[in-house]
């Protein structure tokens, strides 16, 4: 990542922390500052709009439910690519925020080789070597920055399909058509994964903080960086006041 790039993220970082706040209580931890959820909540709007209004245009049976959303057919043509513009702009401001703690690491790819433990949760806490974002994580970042290349690309050989050889535009919508899909499915368990499948962690984007229980049991060695202190002694002492006090009912 570019110097300039990473100074333009530390300045944003600063003016969002001025205009609003975010208040952490006592067994609480920050977890996304003030710029990171406001970039969150725009890529997510603008990613719903940019595919609601795209599947209203792709089949003629949503067309008929989808399109008087945006004001008739013709407007949710007009909208769309829009819609995919404001995403990609928001995306890659969302990149530069996150790029340092998405770096994949050896211990992603351990997380990947568990994958299946990691679903049916078979561990209470997560390994100790789990930082700020996990392997699954960190691909669906990966994914999304991926198949929002394409998308761009492909976006606009076909918003300025006169100019471009039919070939390549009728490629260009099995591509779009492609990366929409691999994204609507991240989507999908993303969201299982921030909110039922993870309670706590919804929260964190809401008013950027989570209790401290929650970083030691998902995210162990973030706990340990931001708090000086041992993830597995923390959830010992959890299991050992849990004991007691379902002796003393
Ligand atoms: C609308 C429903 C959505 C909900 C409820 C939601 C919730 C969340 C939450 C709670 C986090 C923080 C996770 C953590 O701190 O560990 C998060 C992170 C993230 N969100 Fe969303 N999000 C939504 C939509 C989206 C969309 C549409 C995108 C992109 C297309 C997106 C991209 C990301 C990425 C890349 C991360 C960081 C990696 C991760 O946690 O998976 N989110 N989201």
């Given at each position: 990542m570019s110097s300039s790039a990473e100074e333009f993220d530390r300045r944003a970082r600063g003016e969002f922390a001025r205009i609003g706040k975010t208040r952490v209580h006592r067994g609480e931890l920050l977890r996304h500052p003030v710029y990171t959820r406001f970039l969150h909540w725009s890529v997510a709007i603008s990613f719903i709009l940019a595919l609601i209004s795209g599947f209203a245009i792709y089949s003629p049976w949503l067309f008929h439910f989808l399109t008087p959303v945006f004001g008739g057919g013709p407007r949710t043509r007009a909208l769309h690519p829009w819609f995919g513009v404001v995403f990609e702009v928001f995306f890659l401001f969302q990149f530069i925020n996150w790029f340092?703690?998405?770096?994949?690491?050896?211990?992603?790819?351990?997380?990947?080789?568990?994958?299946?433990?990691?679903?049916?949760?078979?561990?209470?806490?997560?390994p100790e070597d789990t930082d700020f974002f996990n392997g699954g994580q960190k691909l669906y970042f990966w994914s999304i920055?991926?198949?929002?290349?394409?998308?761009?690309?492909?976006?606009?050989?076909?918003?300025?399909?006169?100019?471009?050889?039919?070939?390549?535009?009728?490629?260009?919508?099995?591509?779009?058509?492609v990366a929409a899909l691999v994204m609507l499915g991240?989507?999908?368990?993303?969201?299982?994964?921030?909110?039922?499948?993870?309670?706590?962690?919804?929260?964190?984007?809401?008013?950027?903080?989570?209790?401290?229980?929650?970083?030691?049991?998902h995210h162990p060695a973030w706990y340990r960086r931001v708090t000086g202190r041992d993830p597995r002694e923390a959830y010992e002492r959890e299991k050992r006041r849990q004991t007691e006090r379902e002796r003393s009912v």
């Open positions: 340092a703690p998405m770096a994949w690491t050896s211990v992603d790819s351990k997380f990947v080789r568990r994958l299946k433990e990691y679903a049916t949760n078979q561990y209470p806490v997560e920055a991926v198949s929002g290349l394409f998308f761009l690309l492909t976006g606009l050989l076909m918003w300025f399909d006169n100019t471009i050889p039919r070939w390549v535009v009728v490629i260009s919508y099995v591509l779009h058509d991240g989507f999908i368990i993303h969201v299982y994964e921030g909110t039922a499948q993870q309670p706590g962690t919804f929260r964190s984007m809401i008013n950027g903080t989570v209790t401290e229980k929650w970083a030691w049991t």
